[in-house]
């Protein structure tokens, strides 16, 4: 696997488009919204079918959106709950940074690094061909691997506090990626991956 990158820009990767900007947000204002997002939105841990059996989630999660941004993946299926002003704000900014239109947010918090996210690609239908997918990061640094599907080639990104990632092109067709456990990390992160639900 390739060493963690901390230098921002145009990530270059075979059948993949992503851009990882680390001054995205301020240290100030990344602290504010870690600390909003952990006291105010409605974390609950989901179960889901995970090879035939329903398991719980390692990580706590909500989703925000418009009124008809329905999600389904792995069996379950999330009905959004209104923007809060913070997820609004955070959504224009993501945007503008984009060029792009978002109408829904998966907020995961991963608690400490005993929190994870298994191997997978958002390609669920209700996401269309190509999504352009922005990634949020808020509080502990936590490695993002990716994986060619095909290849097998192996990729890691570490996501700092206020960055963004962007993942467009063909990335969710050729590329999972995952976050594995560590004993390095103890304290907590949240994620916010922007998308756009097609009806």
């Known amino acids: 696997m390739q060493p963690s990158l901390f230098n921002p820009g145009k990530i270059s990767l075979p ?17 504010a919204l870690l600390l909003c ?3 105010s939105l409605n974390w609950r841990q989901d179960s889901i079918k995970l090879y035939g059996k329903v398991v719980k989630i390692p990580r706590l999660q909500a989703w925000y ?21 913070e997820l609004w704000e955070l959504k224009q900014r993501c945007e503008q940074a984009c060029g792009h239109r978002f109408n829904s947010v998966l907020a995961n918090w991963y608690r400490d690094g005993n ?6 690609a958002d390609s669920e ?5 190509n999504p352009v997918i922005a990634s949020v ?32 092109g063909a990335t969710q067709q050729y590329w999972q990626h995952a976050i594995a456990k560590t004993r390095r990390v103890s304290d907590g992160r949240i994620n916010l991956t922007f998308r756009y639900i097609k009806a």
């Open 115 to 120: 929190d994870s996210m298994g191997w997978h």
């Open 15 to 31: 059948q993949a488009e992503l851009d990882y900007r680390t001054d995205f947000l301020s240290q100030a204002k990344a602290d």
């Open 125 to 129: 239908s209700e996401l269309g061909d």
């Open 137 to 168: 990061s808020l509080g502990a640094c936590r490695n993002l691997d990716f994986r060619h599907i095909h290849s097998n080639e192996k990729y890691r990104i570490a996501l700092a506090h206020g960055s963004l990632l962007i993942m467009q």
């Open 65 to 85: 959106g418009d009124a008809d941004c329905t999600y389904r993946y792995s069996g379950l299926t999330m009905t959004p709950l209104p923007w809060t002003e």
């Open 37 to 39: 997002f952990r006291q």
